[in-house]
């Protein structure tokens, strides 16, 4: 767990927006288990959900952006504020737990840099 030779990276912290609501508790396991910030919005932006995502925005390293189950004005307005923060957007269309967990591993073993080129 700990690195005795000073190598030890800082983890970014991973907003999911969008997605299926039923996969959220897995992804925030898997999170906490490999030691990850994670948070999961359902990039709804009426009533206070748009306050809810600035507010996640500015606490986030990289934006996973799930697109399919997303609404066009919860995209624009995740890539928007992510812009203004200077988070890394990843654009996925979809993304279930086993994509999401692989994602997350691939984060940890710094692989996800280069794959958010691919998206």
């Known amino acids: 767990m700990g690195s005795t030779n000073g190598d030890k990276r800082r983890l970014p912290h991973v907003a999911f927006i969008g997605g299926h609501d ?7 396991a898997f999170g906490e288990e490999l030691g990850i910030g994670v948070e999961v919005h359902n990039g709804h932006t ?3 959900g748009k306050s809810r995502l600035i ?3 500015h606490r986030t390293d990289l934006v996973v952006l799930i697109t399919g189950t997303n609404s066009h004005n919860g995209v ?3 890539k928007r504020e992510a812009a203004k923060v200077g988070a890394r957007v990843h ?3 979809s993304c ?4 999401a967990r692989a994602f997350l591993a691939d984060l940890v ?3 996800a840099a ?3 080129a691919s998206a």
Do not use: H, P
Request: no cysteine; aromatic share 0%.
């Open 96 to 99: 279930g737990a086993a994509a």
């Open 46 to 48: 009426g009533g206070n």
């Open 91 to 93: 654009i996925l269309k």
């Open 22 to 28: 039923r996969v959220e508790r897995e992804i925030l």
């Open 55 to 57: 507010a996640l925005m």
């Open 109 to 111: 073993g710094g692989k």
């Open 114 to 116: 280069s794959s958010a």
């Open 76 to 78: 624009q307005m995740a």
